[in-house]
Nanobody, 123 residues
Framework: QVQLVESGGGLVQAGGSLRLSCAAS????????MGWFRQAPGKEREFVAA????????LYTDSVKGRFTISRDNAKKMVSLQMNSLKPEDTAVYYC????????????????WGQGTQVTVSS
C-alpha cells in the first residue's frame, strides 16, 4: 500500500484559491489512480476529483467542474488539487486517496487514505 500525506489547506475568502498537495511514499505510485474526496461536518465523504495512473484522464464532480483541477507528477510521487473560485460550500476536510488500477469516482475502490487537510471558505 501507498502512504499519503496532504498539505495546503487553510482559510480563504470566497472567490479565492488554494492548492492542495498530496505526497505519496511506498508502493509504486504510477500503479495507482489518485483521487480527492471531501467531508463536511455532518455529511458523508464525497468524491471531488480523480486522475488516472498516467494522468491522461480526469474525473470531476459536477459542483467543481471548471473551478478545480487535479494533476499529478509521477516522478515526484505527488498529486495536487488546484481550487479556484472557492465557495463557502467547498468548506470541508479534503482527503487524498489511492486506488490500485483504473480511474474511478467510487469511494469503495480507494484503499489508501491520507489524514485529511481542512479547507475553510469564508463568505
Amino acid at each position: 500500500q501507498v502512504q499519503l500525506v496532504e498539505s495546503g489547506g487553510g482559510l480563504v475568502q470566497a472567490g479565492g484559491s488554494l492548492r492542495l498537495s498530496c505526497a505519496a511514499s511506498g508502493g509504486t505510485f504510477s500503479s495507482y489512480a489518485m483521487g480527492w474526496f471531501r467531508q463536511a461536518p455532518g455529511k458523508e465523504r464525497e468524491f471531488v476529483a480523480a486522475i488516472s495512473r498516467g494522468g491522461g484522464s480526469t474525473l470531476y464532480t459536477d459542483s467543481v467542474k471548471g473551478r478545480f483541477t487535479i494533476s499529478r507528477d509521477n516522478a515526484k510521487k505527488m498529486v495536487s488539487l488546484q481550487m479556484n473560485s472557492l465557495k463557502p460550500e467547498d468548506t470541508a476536510v479534503y482527503y487524498c486517496a489511492a486506488s490500485y488500477g483504473d480511474n474511478t469516482y467510487m469511494i469503495s475502490r480507494y484503499d489508501s487514505w491520507g489524514q485529511g487537510t481542512q479547507v475553510t471558505v469564508s463568505s
